[in-house]
């Protein structure tokens, strides 16, 4: 009997610290069949993340004692659609479909401390200025501001590695995040890839009742090895919203402003709108403008601003709390110096307009 109950002892004590542990497995497998016509290129495919990005996860926290807690957060993306591992995303081109991606857990890897001061981060995680963009829109970043993802904010792309992030508790409604990011290029040789800069970031939001108003802004300073000026930018948005109960209506200003003056001064101006058509339907729509200065070359012809207006309209049926089924439309007319691109389609050639079709499911597991 003493034998039984000292197995039984060891074996309680064994299992405490997987019990005292709360992990969590989750994703999203979002498919569709995609047609996408740029007018020179035309493809049917079956595209990964169209309406939400496809992804895995893993995160949990630990109850630390006196209010405190460990937490963690692992999270990458996922190409399903073309067997991509994961820490791949889907890219269209003229070619077909890649898969392309750095490191597994490419959106979210840190780990931190939670508390009543707030929440502290030491990893690599979302920019605020990309966080604050879904927030405020609603929309995944591709489907509301087409070309306005990772490569269209050129300060330090969607994630920000090497980071340390403050978020603070909530004071009436009022929450504030601030972070800083330090490159680990160790070499005075100039370099300008996304580990060698430095730089800070903040985001203050406000919800009360059905009025939310969000601010963020990432600032980047020069590589080391290079002059001051060299490399430094910063991207700004500003997003406020109102349910109206009838709808959901946002409107989001989104700034690039490099101070070199080789570099692309981007903006980009996008009103959503989320309509409940029945219990289960959603009408969703964005329009957007965009718009990048003379001095760029990326979706302008150079020497000239180039514009495009992008329409994305669809309608979402809620299978289920987890599964949601969707069609949407999306249209993009770019002006005579413009040569955006769609959030599935290559990038056209300048005064080149663009449109794709998509139905597809997506799942929360």
Avoid at 126 to 142: D, H, I, L, M, P
């Amino acid at each position: 009997m003493n034998k039984r109950l000292l197995v039984a002892a060891i074996s309680a004590a064994v299992a405490v610290p997987a019990t005292a542990q709360n992990v969590t497995v989750y994703g999203i497998l979002d498919a569709s069949v995609v047609q996408t016509d740029n007018g020179a290129f035309s493809q049917t495919i079956v595209n990964s993340g169209y309406l939400t990005s496809s992804r895995l996860g893993f995160s949990g926290s630990e109850d630390l004692g006196g209010g405190l807690k460990a937490l963690f957060k692992l999270e990458g993306r996922l190409a399903f659609d073309s067997n991509g591992s994961l820490g791949t995303s889907t890219v269209v081109s003229a070619g077909g479909t890649t898969s392309t991606g750095m490191g597994i857990f490419n959106r979210d890897a840190y780990v931190g401390l939670a508390g009543g001061f707030g929440e502290i981060h030491l990893g690599t995680m979302e920019t605020e200025t990309s966080r604050n963009q879904v927030n405020a829109t609603g929309f995944n970043v591709g489907l509301a501001t087409a070309a306005f993802g990772s490569s269209f904010d050129a300060v330090t792309g969607d994630r920000v590695a090497n980071a340390v992030r403050y978020i603070s508790p909530s004071f009436a409604g009022l929450t504030v995040a601030a972070s800083g990011f330090q490159g680990e290029y160790n070499s005075t040789t100039s370099s300008s890839s996304a580990s060698s800069y430095n730089g800070t970031q903040f985001s203050a939001a406000y919800a009360s009742g059905p009025f939310t108003a969000r601010i963020a802004q990432v600032n980047r300073q020069a590589p080391l090895g290079t002059a001051a000026s060299v490399g430094r930018a910063k991207s700004t948005v500003f997003g406020a919203g109102y349910d109206f109960g009838v709808a959901n209506v946002s409107v989001m200003k989104y700034t690039f402003d490099p101070t070199s003056t080789s570099s692309d001064n981007r903006s980009a101006t996008v009103i959503a709108a989320k309509v409940p058509v029945s219990a289960q339907v959603n009408f969703i729509g964005t329009y957007s403008l965009l718009e990048e200065q003379a001095a760029g070359t990326t979706f302008s012809s150079s020497g000239a601003t180039g514009k495009a207006q992008v329409l994305y309209a669809g309608l979402t049926y809620d299978l289920s709390k987890r599964t949601t089924a969707y069609v949407m439309t999306g249209k993009l007319n770019n002006d005579a110096n413009g040569k955006f691109v769609l959030n599935t389609g290559a990038t056209p050639a300048v005064n080149t307009d663009q449109t794709n079709y998509a139905f597809g499911i997506r799942h929360a597991f």
